[in-house]
């Protein structure tokens, strides 16, 4: 029984380069969310999928930020020109949906230091 | 605007020495209120869910409680092991059962 993994666990990159972060969900979740998290502070909505639909987008991600789930499996989430306010860690998370519950089960999260 | 607000921010407890966390929250419609812990340098690790009020749960030194309006997070004679981030959460319906956190409890119990 695998939980939520994420990769790579810590990037370090210079301001104005790209990052791409993976995200692959516990199996037989269709809901899958990505949260951001930075120090003291509790973790925030960016947005989520069901399936591989994007269904909704916090205000908090701008339009460096996209995010995909091809297939309705793994997901991506890509950050464009990065600045040093995206420093956080970066949360995937997963949930079933229905009958199956609605807890969600969070990776150990992605360090993203921009310098 | 659903909101979450948890005390005390940090608290210190002597090895044994029970205590509460406190989770006050308003939202449209309580799905579920969630307590997760978290370890330095890691993600969330699920510990309850609470969906009525009046419910409680109970997993090891931990017992969650909810009213309509805060959850409470008992710990009983605390170990040096239970030293982390907790962290409330609440689920409303609508918007995929996405979570609003609060900014957690820092808890440090010491030998």
């Known amino acids: 029984d695998t939980g939520v993994s994420q990769d790579p666990r810590h990037k370090i990159t210079k301001r104005g380069q790209n990052v791409t972060f993976r995200c692959d969900p516990i199996s037989e979740h269709n809901r899958l969310y990505w949260y951001r998290q930075t120090l003291g502070q509790g973790p925030e909505f960016l947005t989520y999928?069901?399936?591989?639909?994007?269904?909704?987008k916090s205000r908090l991600l701008s339009d460096r930020f996209s995010a995909e789930r091809p297939k309705g499996s793994f997901s991506t989430l890509e950050i464009q020109r990065t600045e040093q306010g995206d420093s956080a860690m970066y949360l995937c998370?997963?949930?079933?949906?229905?009958?199956?519950?609605?807890?969600?089960?969070f990776g150990e999260g992605s360090w993203l230091t921009v310098v | 605007e659903d909101q979450v607000t948890q005390s005390p921010e940090a608290l210190r407890l002597q090895e044994g020495e029970s205590s509460s966390l406190n989770c006050s929250y308003t939202v449209s419609g309580l799905r579920g209120l969630f307590w997760y812990r978290q370890d330095p340098g890691k993600g969330p690790e699920f510990l309850f869910t609470?969906?009525?009020a009046g419910e409680e749960k109970e997993k090891e030194r931990l017992k969650a409680t909810l009213t309509k309006k805060e959850s409470f997070l008992h710990i009983t004679a605390p170990k040096p092991e239970d030293s982390a981030t907790y962290l409330c959460a609440v689920q409303a319906p609508g918007g995929g059962n996405k979570l609003t956190f609060g900014t957690g409890t820092q808890l440090k119990v010491e030998l």
């Open positions: 998370a997963s949930s079933p949906t229905g009958s199956l519950g609605n807890t969600i089960y």
């Open positions: 999928f069901q399936n591989e639909a994007q269904l909704e």
């Open positions: 609470l969906y009525s």
